[in-house]
């Protein structure tokens, strides 16, 4: 709407005998125009860093999280083991000690590290194939 009415109220005082605000070209509307998509662009950027910090800060907690009920459900499982040895019943399916075993959280990240080297070649091989 700015550029339509810069362009019409240029239009109208040239033809009412005005002096003229910008010349066509409008170099003064291009400035403006420019101006305003640096603005923008920057606006944009900084939205965009803060989004990803607040996403990284999530995943963070959300790891703290599931690592948390990760050793209370070990700890629930190792009580009811212990329960079910003082009773002298035996286990159903699921062998209650390996359940019971804690994760561990540097061997589970140097997997998925592996994991992902592995899986990067096989995606470079293949965008290389599609290109070809």
């Known amino acids: 709407m700015f550029i339509v009415g810069w362009v019409l109220c240029n239009s109208w005082g040239a033809q009412h005998g005005w ?3 910008d010349d066509p070209p409008y170099f003064w509307l291009q400035g403006l125009v420019s101006s305003n998509a640096l603005l923008l662009t920057v606006a944009v950027l900084i939205r965009q860093n803060r989004m ?5 800060q999530r995943a963070h907690l959300d790891l703290q ?4 009920t990760e050793q209370k459900v070990s700890k629930v499982l190792e ?6 040895k003082t009773l002298g019943h035996k ?8 359940l019971a075993t804690a994760a561990d959280p540097e061997a589970i990240l140097s997997a998925l590290k ?3 080297r592995d899986a990067s070649p096989n995606i470079r091989q ?3 194939r599609e290109r070809a």
């Open 52 to 56: 990803s910090k607040q996403a990284a």
């Open 79 to 84: 009580v009811l083991d212990e329960l079910r």
């Open 91 to 98: 286990p159903a399916n699921a062998d209650p000690e390996e």
């Open 114 to 116: 592996e994991a992902d």
């Open 65 to 68: 999280i599931n690592l948390l």
């Open 19 to 21: 002096r003229y605000v």
């Open 126 to 128: 293949g965008s290389t």
